[in-house]
């Protein structure tokens, strides 16, 4: 427990535990709406930084988790024998009957914790067991996205169409807008965060996490070893999906609305640019990053909102190519034990760029070419 | 309208759409089966080219601005290309997620930058005379079925480009360079290829034929900023159906995924349709895991 990183950490959670004293209500529901979305960015560190998957539709699980969510509230709103009033409005008469256990909270929660984890583990088993990766995944994985935010839009009479779900009831008995009731949101999320951070933490760290990043280096050396990859990955994805569904529904509680404008292609690459800035590698990175890039954001688009995608391009832009390990490469670094991390910080004898990449891992290219000849 | 008008005209926009997305695939399948890397900013070169032609049909007198604005769309995409290549993509050689969302970066920008000079609702482009009018079945079992000359002309250029990258990769030096580095780069290196110089050239040639899709779209739907986006995933979609830069696989692809969209756009929505479309290529990929036409090499793929 000495370790100069578990300090940092636990300080950085005291700070944000300290958090609702200082700030106004409406700043404590933007940090808590982003706390929730790092949530997320967690999973994404797992998947795009540790194995190599790259998720360009990771909105979709984050949609799922806020849907499924949003429907229980939507319908704690209304007495017997009502639906929900987008539904009168386009013409139903009676309750979807896939609407119906959603009824009940447990129900609801079970969804949001299984049913994005099932999808994404199936999906990932579907492609990675082919030997299917890579950019072919992260475009699958991108027309989802698509596939799943313009259903969701053209079934209005189910889903609330472009307007998605909003005008919530209850959340287990407490009403949401009661600033009690935020505070303990914000807990929640916090807590939730927490636990999150510290399990990717702990397994990131165990033999299957060694495993993820060998993958990542070298999928073909790993086979040649004797493992399998495909269930690693598909675990790995899996869990990455139900994380961005625990976000989404906290995100959805935090906010009070979900839409398809929220699960699209869009969003679903600016949770990589929240990653990709805090240092794809990083658990650290992944919290920094969402918390640094939201509040841009938020600073930016209010002030100036045309800037806003120049801002992002420009963003994707400097990080991939001039700072790949983000700010969470100077936070390892820093905190670095052996102190080489001071001079990494100022570029002395810091990894070369092209490490972080695929297949050309050894520099040289020697296991490039011995890979290459026949098998 | 007779029903099996109606078919004929779903088949039809079929072969339509078809082509678009092979105009707007070639460049992209190319280029991902020299380099590996997919350029997310590949769509806005559809815009790119749209936006072109719009400014040469109001600063050209008419009957000219046809064939110019179809060469300024190629040339202007294709310019724009090689200094996407030159800048960012070289740099990035080998890491293919990371171009990824590089490019994707510059897509979003040059989105921006539409938006803010052309404005977000999308500009018009009439097409010439002779290309508005439309061939229309009077009687017979077809009674109704209508063919805008407009997309004739899509589907004649697509074949036209289609044909003249065949004559190129398979008669040409050029094309002696780009299948050499297909199958081997580091070999062909050292041979004495420049494959820096093969890169740019087809990256260039895929960005261009690119803006000529856009051209040609411009006559059918006003151009906007996010043009790009609409076509841009089905074109990805193609890609991974036809197999790593093979012409014959694009094409195939990019006619399947043209008739299936259209064709389960009769029985189900269009929204209901891309999740089908998608179900498929999943479906497809168990069966053939590299596209249609494989690739077939004795090297350990990490692609």
């Known amino acids: 427990m000495r370790n100069p990183r578990t300090i940092a950490c636990l300080l950085a959670l005291g700070a944000l535990a300290l958090a ?19 949530i997320l960015a967690l999973g994404l560190t797992m998947t795009w930084g540790r194995t190599g998957i790259l998720s360009l539709g990771q909105g ?54 299984l049913i994005p984890a099932f999808l994404a583990g ?166 920094l990053g969402t918390l640094a890039v939201n509040l841009g954001k938020d600073w930016v688009s209010s002030a100036m909102p045309e800037l806003w995608l120049f801002a992002m391009g420009l963003l994707f832009f400097v990080v991939v190519t001039i700072f790949p390990r983000g700010l969470g490469g100077l936070f390892e670094g820093w905190l670095s034990p052996s102190g080489e991390g001071l001079l990494a910080r100022v570029g002395i004898g810091a990894e070369p760029v092209a490490q972080l990449g695929g297949p050309q891992l050894d520099g040289n290219g020697t296991v490039e070419m011995m890979e290459k000849s026949e098998v | 309208m007779g029903e099996y008008a109606l078919l ?162 398979q008669r040409t030096r050029l094309g002696l360079y780009v299948r050499a580095v297909h199958q081997d780069r580091e070999m062909a290196q050292a041979l004495g290829v420049n494959t820096g110089w093969v890169d740019l050239a087809v990256f260039a040639l895929g960005t261009g034929v690119a803006g000529l899709a856009g051209s040609v779209l411009a006559f059918i739907a006003p151009v906007t900023p996010t043009v790009g986006q609409s076509y841009i995933v089905y074109a990805f979609l193609v890609v991974i159906l036809g197999g790593l830069g093979n012409l014959l696989g694009t094409l195939l692809a990019a006619a399947v995924v043209g008739l299936f969209s259209a064709g389960a756009q009769i029985f189900t929505s269009v929204s209901f349709a891309d999740v089908l479309l998608l179900m498929f290529v999943i479906a497809f990929i168990q069966f053939r895991p590299s596209g249609i036409f494989a690739a077939r090499g004795r090297a350990l793929e990490e692609a």
């Open chain 1, 122 to 287: 199936a999906l990932a088993w579907l492609v990675f067991r082919r030997r299917v990766g890579g950019v072919y995944f992260a475009i699958i994985t991108q027309a989802l996205a698509l596939a799943f935010s313009t259903l969701l839009i053209s079934q209005q009479r189910y889903t609330g169409g472009f307007n998605g779900l909003t005008d919530f009831g209850d959340v287990f008995g407490f009403t949401l807008g009661d600033s009690g009731v935020q505070l303990g949101l914000y807990w929640v999320t916090l807590g939730l965060l927490a636990l999150g951070f510290a399990f990717s933490t702990w397994l990131l760290d165990t033999h299957f996490g060694k495993l993820l990043c060998a993958i990542r280096d070298g999928e073909n050396r790993v086979r040649f070893l004797g493992y399998d990859p495909v269930p690693y990955k598909v675990a790995i994805f899996a869990l990455a999906a139900l994380f961005a569904a625990v976000a989404g529904a906290l995100f959805t509680l935090h906010v009070g609305v979900i839409s398809p404008a929220m699960v699209g292609v869009v969003p679903s690459i600016e949770m990589i640019i929240w990653v990709a800035v805090g240092g794809r590698e990083s658990l650290a990175g992944a919290v």
């Open chain 2, 8 to 169: 004929a005209g779903q088949l039809f926009n079929g072969v339509s759409v078809a082509s678009i997305l092979l105009l707007a695939a070639l460049g992209l399948a190319l280029s991902f089966g020299l380099m590996r890397v997919i350029n997310m900013a590949h769509g806005e070169m559809l815009m790119v080219g749209g936006y072109l032609s719009f400014l040469t049909y109001r600063f050209a007198p008419a009957r000219l601005g046809f064939v110019l604005a179809l060469i300024v769309a190629f040339v202007g995409a294709a310019a724009f290309g090689a200094l996407l290549e030159l800048v960012l993509i070289r740099r990035l050689y080998g890491r293919p997620l990371d171009t990824l969302l590089a490019t994707w970066g510059v897509s979003l920008a040059l989105q921006q930058a539409a938006r803010s000079i052309f404005g977000a609702i999308g500009v018009e482009v009439t097409a010439p005379k002779w290309l508005s009018g439309s061939f229309t079945v009077k009687s017979g079992a077809m009674a109704g079925f209508n063919l805008p000359y407009v997309r004739l002309f899509i589907i004649a250029l697509a074949v036209a480009v289609l044909s003249g990258t065949w004559l190129l990769i």
């Open chain 1, 60 to 113: 979709l699980f984050f949609g799922l988790g806020g849907y499924f969510l949003a429907m229980h509230l939507k319908l704690m709103r209304l007495g017997a024998g009502e639906i929900p009033d987008f539904m009168e409005w386009s013409g139903l008469d009676h309750l979807p009957w896939w609407w119906k256990p959603f009824y009940s909270g447990g129900f609801s929660l079970v969804t949001i914790v």
């Open chain 1, 20 to 38: 609702p004293a200082f700030l106004s209500a409406y700043e404590l529901s933007l940090l808590g709406r982003f706390l929730a979305l790092s």
